[in-house]
């Protein structure tokens, strides 16, 4: 049997049957990828912290923005640096102090990260030379850019409905596991910063996505029942090692707009980016899961984001950016900023799962044992410029 004639619950990693309760544990601080999330990593793993705000233990003084500056600002070393940072304020690491969190020399390290990272999403978003974005100027512009699908219909959903390998959705997975198995969390950081209508209409969104008050529809565990049924590991940060930098941008984002009440704005646009982008792709996942014989939770998953995400759509856009402007009108380059990142980064992982698969490799940094083995780093890639925006649920 080939790799490609695998059903897609072929059990890649995990076994077959996992008490619900331990995929919530939390995870090993993830091995290192340079410099940066070495001096991360060695800090949270030599006990508690020091509190002196110049230097990290394991490594000595804090890497400031030199080293940050001259690091790829989307990659693999600062995202993975960033992450371990922000995952501190989630669950956690096993093993490591939790008062890592406030830790001030941590701190100084988180800062320079985003303000590299930042300074790379500003100038790749900003308006062309003639003051306008594809869309037009403004948010509305922005949102608008989100609704133009390419007609040759070449995105990552569109692959994966028609012409995907079990190993290649399985691929998808894992790497969405890296958000999905803290869906919403990030945008609940918004919350206190908001008033009103605006504040309300977000709320009631939260509350679709943590479960509406059931607590086996949380979405989080929707999609720890979709890693199960397609026979990956549901524990909470298994991939995180696996994932890319693309990837890992896309979390990072969110964790760096929900953390800074600068940037509510942007938390906000891409909040309504996501919401307007799920709902097609949903539809085409749910398809995806039915044609390579995915079980009944993976397909709930994308099913339960279809009809949920077309009216989360229009409750962001009409009651929660409506109300927001209204009442803060100078954030609007923020919520525009924050509807182009989503899209910026999205196209990124994008480009980057198609160029690896049509080029016949595999896109985790871990490969799973039925993909293909990887080519040599500098293998011409067949993939395209220019792929659709999409964004999971
Ligand atoms: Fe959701
Ligand atoms: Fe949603």
Redesign the pocket.
Known sequence: MTASQAPVRARAHAPAVRDPAPHDAPPAPPPPRGPLSHAVTAALESGPPTGDPARLPGTGPVPGTAATASADPYGDDLHLALHTCYELHYRGFAGVDPDWEWDPALLRLRAALETAFLAALRRDTAPGPDGSADGGAGVDGALRELLVEPVDSTGVSHHLRDHAEPWQLREHAAMRSVYHLKEADPHAWVIPRLRGRAKTALVA?EN??FGGGRPEMIHQGLYAGLLDDLGLDPSYGAYVDAAPAQMLATVNMMSLFGLHRSLRGALVGHFAAA?IT?APSARRMAQAMERLGAGPRALLFYTE?IE??AV?EQVLRHDVIGPLLADEPGLAADVALGVRATGLLEDRLGAHLLDRWRAGRPALRRPFPDAPPDAPPDAPAAGRDGEPKEEG?
């Open positions: 969104v679709d996505e919401e799920t984001h949920a995400d989360h649920p």
